[in-house]
């Protein structure tokens, strides 16, 4: 089977390299010319382990290629996963812009040379996308009955480990309206031995933003506890641990700290808040989770006031820039507001991140004015009188020696944002250790 797949951001990439893994023939649309020449040379344009490999093996047996223009792929294949973005606009919705124009594109291929298409949503749209792609299609096909047939695919991906995600999934979900379209899509799916939900289209969009949003709720749930512990005196990580044993809650997510970032939960979270007040649903426990999240940068920065007192001229470090490990995304990472707290304060900071300074720097323009970047850990804690863990890299956690760390440091002063290091030997090794959740009394 030839699969064809509109958009080689983050999802589509992530997707057609898998597929072709997988032994399909994949042919992808790629409108910008220079990314999809790029693609072609083998030359990786995310940073996602295992990708590169897989990319550069799949074009080297001609099972993977990229197009720059829609026709070039829709003509020739059965089956076209949309991948294009979707991202938020002002009031929290999600702009379908990107949608709309592959849908446009699509069906004036498909109105030169008709032949059944199946298009599969794997981009995380709002509720009722699939209705309105099939009303679209009628609208662009002015009277034509184009063999177009539109279903469901939501993606479970998380970044840095998109790869096994896709090939080791938990469940696949479809959802389809027609016994053709669902026959179709699983045909895509049948080396895998994952549970299969065959549902309808719309059912199949909610089970994502359900998804997202139940797990972005927990790790909410779980930092609101965290203030509790802090005013007192308990201790989240052991409530979180303790929690976590009950298989009805389970131990993953409960993880407290600096909150989440990226371009998921934060714009999915929005868009689903959105789709409530359109059919008059008040999700307040969404609009709580989102506030939490928002109040997570601030509790971390008042923890280190209460170590340092001022912060006016005090030299700080930030460690990591991306909303988490394995990943060069700095879309909604905590890092930017709790750097642009700290320049409030007077502080000079410096930020350190293994690779992604210049995404930051890209996208946080004037929060970067006037703070020092680092790659290299050591070298951006020489004289800080605190540092503040942000991302949990392994440069930081793992590999960092704190004794020596400690000694390149004005003052031993550190707050663990992600509660990830070892709090006694920190203690042992002279440091002053805070963490959320944990009074420093206590600490
Ligand atoms: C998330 C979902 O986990 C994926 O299933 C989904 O496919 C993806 O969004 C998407 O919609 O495309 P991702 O955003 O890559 O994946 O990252 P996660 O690993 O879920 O982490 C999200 C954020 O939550 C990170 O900032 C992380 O630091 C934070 N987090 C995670 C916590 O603060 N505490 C935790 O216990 C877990």
């Known amino acids: 089977m030839k699969i064809g797949v509109f958009g080689a951001g983050y999802v589509g990439l992530v997707t057609a390299t898998c597929l072709a893994e997988q032994g399909f023939e994949v042919w992808v649309y790629e409108q910008d010319a220079t990314k999809a020449e790029k693609l072609s040379r083998g030359i990786n344009t995310i940073y996602e382990p295992q990708l590169t490999e897989l990319l550069q093996r799949n074009l080297s047996c001609l099972r993977l290629h990229f ?15 949309l991948c294009v973005g979707t991202p938020s606009r002002p009031d929290g919705s999600a702009d379908m812009s990107q949608i709309e124009s592959a849908i446009h594109d699509l069906v004036g291929t498909v109105a030169l040379s008709p032949s059944y298409k199946l298009v599969v ?26 063999p177009i047939e539109v279903a469901s695919n ?74 509790l512990c802090d005013a007192v005196d308990g201790d989240v990580s052991t409530v979180a641990e303790a929690m976590g044993y009950d298989a009805r809650i389970g131990k993953y997510f409960l993880q407290s700290g600096a909150g989440f970032g990226g371009s998921c939960f934060p714009k999915d979270l929005r868009a689903l808040v959105h789709v409530g007040e359109q059919h008059n649903l008040d999700f307040g426990i969404l609009r709580s989770t989102i506030e939490i999240n928002q109040g997570r940068p601030l509790a971390l920065v008042s923890k280190l006031k209460e170590l340092l007192w001022v912060l006016k001229d005090k030299e700080i470090a930030v460690l990591g820039l991306t909303f988490k490990p394995e990943t060069d995304d700095v879309r909604e990472t905590p890092s930017a507001k ?106």
């Open 67 to 81: 197009e720059n223009t829609p026709e070039a792929v829709t003509n020739q294949t059965d089956i076209i996963f």
């Open 121 to 146: 949503v794997k981009s995380t749209v709002p509720v009722g996308t699939s209705k309105w792609i099939e009303r679209i299609v009628k609208l662009y096909s002015k009277g034509l009955d184009l």
């Open 154 to 227: 939501p993606e479970f991906l998380r970044e840095g480990a998109a790869v096994k995600d896709f090939m080791e999934p938990e469940r696949i979900v479809i959802g389809t309206s027609t016994a053709t379209a669902r026959d179709l899509l699983s045909l895509v799916y049948r080396d895998f031995s994952s549970p299969l939900i065959s549902t309808d289209p719309q059912t199949a969009e909610i089970i994502k933003y359900a998804s997202n949003a139940f797990l972005a709720t927990k790790i909410s749930f779980i930092n609101m506890v965290s203030d």
């Open 338 to 443: 709790i750097i642009e707290l700290l320049k409030e304060e007077g502080a000079v900071v410096t930020a350190v991140d293994p690779i992604g300074v210049r995404n930051f720097q890209a996208l946080y323009y004037g929060v970067s004015q006037g703070i020092r970047f680092e790659e290299n850990v050591e070298r951006a804690l020489v004289g800080k009188h605190g540092a503040i863990l942000v991302t949990p890299w392994a440069e930081f956690t793992r590999d960092l020696d704190w004794s020596k760390a400690k000694n390149l440091m004005e003052f031993p002063i550190l707050v663990d944002g992600r509660s990830c290091l070892d709090r006694d030997h920190l203690k042992n090794i002279g440091f002053e250790y805070a963490t959320l959740g944990r009074r420093i009394r206590g600490a």
